[in-house]
């Protein structure tokens, strides 16, 4: 009968044993110095060796001469510990044996001698599913165990394992396996069996196993009898349902442009051909990660802004697990990109809106001119247009006034700085219902605190808008942040998109020995913007008017 090649090649000592060199090496040390502890819990993921640990632990414990941890496999018994007959390495499935009783037998068995070796060797498998009277009906027994029994406990979710039982065990952490040690493995196994594979596959495959060892040797099992001739990197994206990096790169490309009607075309092609929803985002989440990295660390220049890219490998990660318990896979993949797409889209469009402000101030200007004012006296065209000049200059100016004065921040930001202005901020709701500065502490909490230093704070806004609505009261915003923590800090205002710009251009120049040189601000032309209607002697009527136009546009009637 065909033996699965995860079981024909289980390691069957340490050395064989691939990833897990920590916990190797402890076991290993503990047989030699004869320091065996009475219980073990093995936690981690799945395919990384808990269980083929466990076993050759037993075996090499029994060891009547072990050589440097390692059993002889020659001794009466490591012949007998490796035969079927063995009856003191007792292997039992919590998911299926997790009731009272099945313990309780387990308690009444432990105080029988060994029949052969020198320990009775319990391996308890997912022993997280053993119910709460189990766990208590075992507690007990794993405190204060015969001098002759040994108890092993491997779990994938040690969280669910109740702590009193954890704190009676020598734990190990199980890691996942890098690609690297899974493709030395796969190459092992590949050459012992004859398989003719293009070695881009047998990377393909360590990708997709995610650090499971056994996966990774089942997939390869699968591609095998898929594929008799030659196995190419072709018939791995077939049998994996995936596609290939080209393709990949088209879809992803179709995503960032926001082009809906396409992405669901591919996603039906992709339903049609077979192919597994699940790992494709899986690959796509991947390509999203290496080149990020690549931007990150060989400073690699990126094809879509690093900002979208973060976003939206966030918004997969998140939607993941969603996604996998989804009844139809299809169309819950579909909303999430559309909806993404369609955020995202909107987003672009505010966060990349130039700076362009006598269009903006044209557009109020026009809007203004179409409510009826009723008596209030009308400004010329001319005097429309010199107002709006004037209004642009001042917002240049301010803008600039922030850039400076973050990259000034920068210079001299630290770590204490940044804690206390968090902290501060955290008080700043107190004061939202003040009737008359309540609005500020409202615009504050609109921004997050990204810098400081001990004489400026950098605050970033998701929008440009945002900004636009605190430049002509700039000044009553700082006053009351530095009037509430008793302070004297200048503070910067500039948009999220602004804020990873800066980063960016910080981490650069820190890797190559360099940073920002500090620049004189220039003066602030005014204060506050011109208003378009009556400028001099205006009344608090004109006030509320121009509030209520900035903050309705052309749906308010003002009569």
């Given amino acids: 009968m065909y033996q699965a090649l995860y079981r024909k090649y289980r390691p069957l000592n340490f050395n064989d044993v691939v990833g897990q060199e920590h916990i190797v090496n402890t076991l290993k040390n503990a047989i030699s110095y004869n320091y065996i502890s009475h219980a073990y819990l093995f936690s981690g993921p799945r395919g990384t060796g808990k269980t083929t640990i466990a076993k050759i632990f037993a075996r090499a414990v029994n060891c009547l001469e072990p050589v440097d941890g390692l059993a002889c496999g020659k001794c009466k018994n490591c012949i007998y510990s490796f035969s079927k007959e063995c009856m003191d390495i007792i292997e039992i499935d919590a998911a299926s044996n997790n009731g009272v009783d099945e313990i309780r037998e387990l308690r009444s068995n432990v105080n029988i001698l060994p029949s052969e070796l020198k320990y009775k060797v319990y391996i308890i498998d997912e022993v997280h599913m053993l119910s709460i009277g189990a766990f208590n009906a075992l507690l007990k027994t794993i405190e204060g165990p015969p001098s002759h029994v040994i108890f092993i406990l491997a779990t994938t979710d040690p969280q669910k394992v109740p702590s009193t039982i954890i704190s009676r065990c020598q734990c190990y952490n199980f890691k996942k396996i890098d690609n690297s040690n899974i493709v030395k493995r796969l190459k092992l196994i590949v050459d012992d069996e004859n398989i003719a594979i293009d070695e ?28 008799v001739d030659e196995i190419k990197v072709e018939d791995f994206y077939r049998i ?27 996603l039906e092609q992709y339903y049609q051909d077979g192919k597994n929803l699940v790992q494709i985002i899986k690959q796509l989440m991947l390509k999203i990660k290496d080149d990020l990295f690549d931007y990150y660390i060989n400073n690699k220049k990126l094809a879509v802004a690093e900002y979208d890219m973060v976003n939206f490998l966030n918004t997969l990660n998140d939607n993941m697990v969603n996604l996998k318990k989804s009844d139809d896979i299809r169309l819950s993949l579909e909303i999430m990109l559309l909806h993404y797409m369609d955020v995202n889209n909107k987003n672009k469009r505010n966060l990349n809106t130039s700076y362009n402000e006598e269009t903006k101030k044209e557009t109020k200007e026009f809007r203004k001119k179409e409510i009826n004012l009723g008596n209030y006296d009308k400004e010329t065209d001319e005097d429309k247009n010199s107002l709006i000049i004037k209004n642009k200059t001042k917002i240049a100016n301010f803008y600039e006034i922030m850039n400076i004065r973050s990259k000034n921040t920068m210079l001299e930001a630290s770590k204490s700085e940044l804690t206390k202005e968090l902290e501060n901020f ?5 004061f939202v219902f003040d009737q008359t500065t309540g609005y500020l502490a409202c615009e504050l909490l609109d921004g997050q605190v990204r810098a400081s230093s001990s004489q400026t704070l950098i605050i970033s806004y998701e929008y440009e808008g945002m900004i636009d609505k605190i430049i002509d009261h700039f000044d009553e915003l700082i006053n009351f942040y530095n009037n509430k923590f008793d302070t004297s800090k200048n503070i910067a205002i500039i948009t ?35 208003k378009n209607v009556k400028i001099e002697n205006e009344n608090s009527t004109n006030s509320f008017i121009d509030e209520a136009v900035n903050l309705f546009g052309n749906i308010v009637e003002i009569r």
């Fill in 240 to 266: 994996n349902g995936q596609i290939d990096d080209e393709e990949l790169e088209m879809f992803e490309n179709l995503i960032f442009a926001a082009k809906s009607k396409e992405v669901l075309m591919k």
């Fill in 426 to 430: 955290k008080k700043i709701n107190d």
């Fill in 200 to 227: 881009k596959v047998l990377e393909k495959i360590a990708e997709s196993s995610d650090g499971g060892l056994r996966d990774a040797i089942g997939l390869l099992d699968k591609i095998r009898a898929y594929c």
């Fill in 496 to 530: 999220n998109q602004k804020w990873n710009d800066l980063k960016n251009e910080y981490i650069k120049l820190k890797k190559n020995g360099n940073s920002f040189t500090y620049e004189e601000e220039p003066k602030p032309i005014l204060n506050v913007l011109e």
